[in-house]
T-cell receptor, first 116, second 115 residues
Framework: SQKIEQNSEALNIQEGKTATLTCNYTNYSPAYLQWYRQDPGRGPVFLLLIRENEKEKRKERLKVTFDTTLKQSLFHITASQPADSATYLCALDPPGASGSARQLTFGSGTQLTVLP | EAGVAQSPRYKIIEKRQSVAFWCNPISGHATLYWYQQILGQGPKLLIQFQNNGVVDDSQLPKDRFSAERLKGVDSTLKIQPAKLEDSAVYLC?????????????FGEGSRLTVL
């Protein structure tokens, strides 16, 4: 069955450093991968989407890579700030039959804490 | 632009009671999703609607859960009778696209506690 694994433990880093979060998947051939941010008591908020034919995507201080050979995505936050503290979720969508509805499968998330 | 609206935000019930959650998606979004998020886990899809029709309800426990989307806009998720393991946050999301790449817009969620 399909499986998504994110960093199993919470990640603590010092302000100003680069945070790197990992999303690994098995038994999947996703057409694209998305990253969301979730704050306590709130719904997830979309951050970035990367397609299977893209190696890297950037948005301001965020960078996502997608290695379909390793079956892995890395999510980087450069010059991290305490305001970046949150849970980050990766979500994958496997390719379906033409015209079929797509749906996202989420990982369990990585809780990031940026220490001042 | 208004976001996805959900109510109630919090609900506490006894096991075997019933509960209903309401969702109003972003205007113009044809696709609506209900996800269940148990503490410490990622959201798990329960049901997906495209306009009025159900696209996927394979993970919906149909013996106790039901959902409907009237007139292709608002949706209601009902649990009857509730079990202890139904304690979770129920997230509603909507998207412009039902197929292909597209971000999901989530509501704030409805937190259910079953005692």
């Amino acid at each position: 069955s399909q499986k998504i694994e994110q960093n199993s433990e919470a990640l603590n880093i010092q302000e100003g450093k680069t945070a790197t979060l990992t999303c690994n998947y098995t038994n999947y051939s996703p057409a694209y991968l998305q990253w969301y941010r979730q704050d306590p008591g709130r719904g997830p908020v979309f951050l970035l989407l990367i397609r299977e034919n893209e190696k890297e995507k950037r948005k301001e201080r965020l960078k996502v890579t997608f290695d379909t050979t390793l079956k892995q995505s890395l999510f980087h936050i450069t010059a991290s700030q305490p305001a970046d503290s949150a849970t980050y979720l990766c979500a994958l969508d496997p390719p379906g039959a033409s015209g079929s509805a797509r749906q996202l499968t989420f990982g369990s998330g990585t809780q990031l804490t940026v220490l001042p | 632009e208004a976001g996805v609206a959900q109510s109630p935000r919090y609900k506490i019930i006894e096991k075997r009671q019933s509960v209903a959650f309401w969702c109003n998606p972003i205007s113009g979004h044809a696709t609506l999703y209900w996800y269940q998020q148990i503490l410490g886990q990622g959201p798990k899809l329960l049901i997906q609607f495209q306009n009025n029709g159900v696209v996927d309800d394979s993970q919906l426990p149909k013996d106790r859960f039901s959902a409907e989307r009237l007139k292709g806009v608002d949706s209601t998720l009902k649990i009857q009778p509730a079990k202890l393991e139904d304690s979770a946050v129920y997230l509603c999301a909507s998207s412009l696209l039902g197929t292909g790449a597209g971000e999901l817009f989530f509501g704030e969620g409805s937190r259910l506690t079953v005692l």
